[in-house]
């Protein structure tokens, strides 16, 4: 079966760095697109950033300049940079799997917790 296992959360001060990665198993990594949302308390699942399968990245107005998405097909594997880490960046995060679009195909992993203080 499909797995997408996340790792790399945790308590972090106002201004520090975590590395999230997203370990994925059961699909054909390298031709899906992959993405890192979040959801932080009282709000909605909100896009971070994505990379196609080509390399193409996008982000979050919010976390430009701040955030580095990249992917490593050999090792099934997408990562999450994330540098000057902000209170209002606290949410839990969610590694994404997903093509289309003639047949259309989503996964979600568990998600990771990231919590920065001030």
Do not use: H
């Not at 971070?48 to 979050?60: C, K, L, P, W």
Request: charged share 15%.
């Amino acid at each position: 079966q499909v797995q997408l296992v996340e790792s790399g959360g945790g308590l972090v001060q106002l201004g520090g760095s975590l590395r999230l990665s997203c370990a994925a198993s059961g699909i054909i990594f390298s031709i899906y697109t992959m993405g890192w949302y979040r959801q932080a308390p009282g709000k909605q699942r909100e896009l971070v950033a994505a990379i196609t399968s080509g390399g193409s990245t996008n982000y979050a107005d919010s976390v430009k300049g701040r955030f580095t998405i990249s992917r490593t097909n050999t090792k099934n594997t997408v990562y999450l940079q994330m540098n000057n880490l902000k209170p209002e960046d606290t949410a839990v995060y969610y590694c994404n799997a997903n093509k289309g679009p003639l047949v259309r195909l989503e996964y979600w992993g568990q998600g990771t917790q990231v919590t920065v203080s001030s």
